[in-house]
């Protein structure tokens, strides 16, 4: 996904070409100005009256029983995916956060027991390692959970960053590390869960993304 900025006014150097995957000396494709607009007030829309729109529901929203659910969780040691955790796992549901920082994984589930001591049975959650900056460390984790032969209903890969100002950084695998941490690795593991997720059918992949990306574009280079 690359940072929006407003399209060139449409000119016969930018139209789109006859063969789309000509590759180099090829001018990056910008979003029309009709998309390019209706990006922008989709994402001011969001910002302005998701609060507004959402005022009616419960906080946190109740859930059903999920105990027979198994749900991986990436990026869950804070913000969006630590909720949905702690939530899931409340629910019934086994829950495995898959992390970073291992550590910080286990000290959350303790403070989650904690304080789940007397609500109902113990929470079904566990920790594994994954760092989406290493292609290695994704196949590790699938490995590792593959191994298991452990049905899994839900994949939700919530991880990402978004380092806004800071300059480009590349990941010892080679790729710019938005791209990997964001897409790349998020594939990856999905595909190599594909068993796990096949045998807990009806089994869905949760991608956690931005309505930003309505004013995303998306350039291919061949390279022959
Ligand atoms: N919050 C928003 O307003 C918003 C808006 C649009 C989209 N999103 C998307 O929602 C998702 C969650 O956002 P958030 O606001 O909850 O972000 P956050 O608080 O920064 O949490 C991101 C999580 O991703 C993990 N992570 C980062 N790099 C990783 C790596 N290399 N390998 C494994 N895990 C990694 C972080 O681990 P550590 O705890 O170890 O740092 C953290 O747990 C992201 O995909 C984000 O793009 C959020």
């Not at 529901?57 to 991986?72: A, H, S």
Request: proline share 8%.
């Amino acid at each position: 996904m690359a940072p929006s900025s407003p399209p060139p006014p449409p000119s016969p150097s930018t139209s789109t070409s006859s063969s789309p995957l000509k590759g180099e000396g090829r001018k990056k494709e910008g979003l029309g100005w009709i998309e390019w607009i209706r990006g922008w007030l989709y994402v001011i829309h969001e910002m302005l009256f998701q609060r507004i729109l959402a005022s009616h529901l419960q906080n946190p929203l109740p859930l059903p029983p999920v105990n027979d659910l198994t749900c991986i969780v990436t990026g869950s040691t804070s913000g969006i995916g630590r909720e949905i955790a702690r939530q899931l796992a409340e629910a019934g549901a086994h829950v495995v956060m898959a992390v970073r920082n291992v550590r910080a994984g286990s000290e959350l589930i303790q403070k989650w027991q904690t304080e789940w001591a007397g609500k109902g049975l113990p929470l079904n959650i566990e920790v594994m390692e994954l760092d989406l900056l290493s292609l290695e460390s994704v196949v590790r984790f699938a490995e590792a959970w593959n191994a298991t032969s452990r049905p899994l209903n839900v994949l939700i890969n919530n991880a990402g960053i978004f380092a806004i100002g800071e300059p480009q950084k590349f990941s010892r695998d080679g790729y710019e590390e938005h791209m990997q941490v964001n897409h790349l690795a998020p594939a990856l593991l999905s595909i190599l869960l594909l068993p796990s997720l096949i045998r807990g059918s009806p089994s869905r992949i949760v991608n956690v993304n931005s309505v930003v990306s309505h004013l995303a574009t998306f350039s291919v280079k061949l390279v022959l």
